[in-house]
């Protein structure tokens, strides 16, 4: 009689083990794997790296008319080293999340822009094509098959077809998108974009700046990157007309570390307190980005 009961004893807690042992095995094993669904139709995989992207410094970009400035911090006293950088001499990328993953999908797009060039040494490749050609790979990694998604998401800004800046993003999942002219990404503040009378590019430097300043005290330091399409492009000039042509126009860049104790100065004036790029800053600006006849019949 007593080893009967401790038989059935035995046989219900291994039972009880066996059952919890399969619900472990129902739900555990969905998120080791990239390329396998829960019974909700998710992969746990991607929603883990759409996370990680929210984890790093904010990034933002604008469009004002023919210009762009992209911008990135970090929270706290660190320089964002590597968030924005050139891809060609007309196209530039920025990242928000894991900093290698970025690093990784910024060189992907270096090394496809690169053999672009070697197709096609006079055409510029477009942001799309960089966006879509980043955007294969990030999607073959999140397929699975011994990799894992990146845990980044890029920006990728440049002059489209028409002459205009665009405005391209890839996710996690491959997934390539044309965005608006104003881009948040990793948790960034709200900025308003400037009015196209206003004074276009460093309104919306102060603009990125008071709303990065504002959200964070701890930011000492903003990166900006802005460009512009040279104004003394001719969009009646034939293809092949030097480097200021409709397929590959010039482009115009200025990039710096902006400190807010450095390079920007209190506005006096009614209503809550805003910064503005201080004038030194503001003239280098304006030299980058201005286009003399000299430098244009030298290129």
């Known amino acids: 009689m007593l080893f009967f009961l401790s038989s059935l004893v035995v046989g219900v807690a291994g039972g009880a083990r066996r059952g919890t042992s399969s619900v472990l095995q129902r739900t555990?094993?969905?998120?080791?794997?990239?390329?396998?669904?829960?019974?909700?139709?998710?992969?746990?995989?991607?929603?883990?790296?759409?996370?990680?992207?929210?984890?790093?410094?904010?990034?933002?970009?604008?469009?004002?008319?023919?210009?762009?400035?992209?911008?990135?911090?970090?929270?706290?006293?660190?320089?964002?080293?590597?968030?924005?950088?050139?891809?060609d001499d007309g196209t530039f990328v920025a990242f928000a999340g894991l900093r290698a993953d970025g690093l990784a999908l910024a060189d992907a797009a270096r090394v496809r822009s690169a053999r672009s060039r070697l197709e096609c040494p006079e055409e510029r490749p477009s942001p799309r094509s960089l966006a879509r050609a980043v955007g294969d790979l990030a999607h073959e990694a999140a397929r699975g098959g011994g990799s894992r998604c990146y845990g980044a998401r890029l920006v990728v800004a440049g002059l489209g077809a028409d002459g205009d800046p665009e405005l391209w993003t890839v996710g996690p999942s491959g997934v390539v998108e044309r965005r608006d002219p104003v881009l948040r990404l990793a948790g960034a503040p709200m900025v308003t974009l400037p009015k196209p009378n206003g004074g276009g590019l460093r309104d919306a430097i102060d603009a990125v700046a008071n709303a990065a300043f504002a959200a964070d005290d701890d930011v000492e330091a903003i990166h900006v990157?802005?460009?512009?399409?040279?104004?003394?492009?001719?969009?009646?000039?034939?293809?092949?007309?030097?480097?200021?042509?409709?397929?590959?126009?010039?482009?115009?860049?200025?990039?710096?570390?902006?400190?807010?104790?450095?390079?920007?100065?209190?506005?006096?004036?009614?209503?809550?307190?805003?910064?503005?790029?201080?004038?030194?800053?503001?003239?280098?600006?304006?030299d980058a980005l201005a286009a003399s006849s000299s430098s244009s019949s030298s290129s």
Not at 261 to 283: I, Q, W, Y
């Open 28 to 87: 555990v094993p969905y998120d080791r794997e990239a390329f396998v669904f829960d019974p909700r139709g998710r992969v746990l995989q991607l929603e883990y790296a759409e996370a990680a992207t929210e984890l790093g410094g904010p990034v933002v970009a604008l469009v004002v008319g023919d210009s762009c400035v992209v911008c990135a911090w970090t929270r706290g006293p660190r320089r964002p080293l590597g968030k924005v950088g050139a891809v």
């Open 225 to 286: 990157l802005a460009f512009r399409r040279d104004p003394l492009l001719v969009r009646g000039d034939p293809p092949g007309g030097g480097d200021n042509n409709m397929r590959s126009p010039r482009v115009l860049a200025w990039e710096a570390d902006l400190r807010r104790a450095d390079d920007f100065v209190p506005v006096k004036e009614e209503g809550p307190s805003r910064l503005t790029l201080h004038p030194e800053a503001a003239a280098s600006l304006v």
